[in-house]
């Protein structure tokens, strides 16, 4: 089915695994909006992307700014149909460390952009949904939350990543089945070792060590692979509460 006049929603869509995924999407046919912190990288994607693709600057925490992406992604001719959630951060620090305990206000930051933001722009993204009219199998949208295999095993250091990761894998089911009866469906993806902004700064020796622990391919994967996987869950409309590990049989070790 053509995706003309349906629009899509990537927060943290300005770089990394959201850019790969709001290209992909642009490819597919749908009219997307970026929203992400970084209101320069995010307008310079939407110029590449065309169809009338827009960008936003904002924190997922805050309820305005999502909502207005939202009403301008639901403004499209056939309304929201897909919400991705891409944005996230990361810390590295233990529950008590050489310093003491575990900085309190740190670990509500992670779990604030992290899970409370997923949460916030999925709700707000749903409910637009709620208003479109029903497609196939009586579909009104999609919405794809990213956890990380840290949420089944995290590392030394990971308690506040880890958390926000392992309940967004819990929020897939009970959000999928809140939204059922609304032909809304949710998934989650919990993606490996990425090639992204935040590894690329790394040195080249302990990108290499990262990619040898990865069983087959051993290598870092490609944000465009989660991209595609973001559209192949769009296109599979059985997909629905479950978290799929994109990782390349990856298992964490504690360092």
Same mark, same amino acid.
């Given at each position: ?33 970026? #929203? ?6 995010? =307008? ?11 960008? #936003? ?22 309304? !929201? ?11 590295? +620090?233990? *529950? ?10 740190? #670990? ?9 933001? =997923? ?52 929020? =897939? !089911? ?18 490996? =070792? #990425? ?8 040195? +080249? ?37 479950? *978290? ?8 964490? *070790?504690?360092?």
């Amino acid at each position: 089915m053509s995706n003309t006049g349906k629009s899509a929603l990537v927060s943290g869509g300005a770089s990394g695994l959201g850019a790969a995924t709001a290209r992909r999407l642009a490819q597919a046919g749908f009219r997307v909006v970026i #929203f992400d912190r970084n209101a320069e990288a995010g =307008t310079a994607l939407a110029a590449k992307l065309g169809n009338g693709a827009r960008a #936003f600057a904002g924190d997922v925490t805050d309820p305005v700014a999502v909502q207005a992406a939202v009403d301008e992604a639901a403004s499209s001719p056939l309304g !929201l149909r897909v919400v991705v959630n891409c944005a996230g951060i990361g810390i590295s +620090e233990k *529950t008590v460390g050489k310093t003491g305990a575990h900085d309190l206000d740190s #670990f509500v930051r992670v779990i604030n952009v992290n899970l409370i933001g =997923t949460f916030n722009v999925m709700r707000l993204g749903a409910a637009a949904m709620n208003s479109n009219e029903p497609l196939e199998d009586g579909e009104r949208g999609v919405v794809v939350n990213t956890a990380s295999v840290a949420a089944y095993e995290p590392q030394i250091g990971q308690v506040a990543y880890g958390a926000s990761k392992g309940a967004i894998v819990t929020m =897939t !089911l009970a959000a999928a089945r809140d939204l059922a009866s609304r032909g809304i469906r949710v998934m989650t993806i919990a993606p490996g =070792t #990425f090639d992204t902004p935040l590894l690329g700064a790394l040195p +080249e020796d302990v990108r290499q060590s990262i990619a040898a622990t990865v069983p087959y391919p051993s290598r870092m994967g490609d944000p465009a692979e989660y991209g595609e996987l973001v559209a192949f869950i769009v296109a599979n409309r059985l997909l629905n509460g479950e *978290t799929i590990r994109l990782d390349g049989a990856l298992r964490m *070790t504690a360092r």
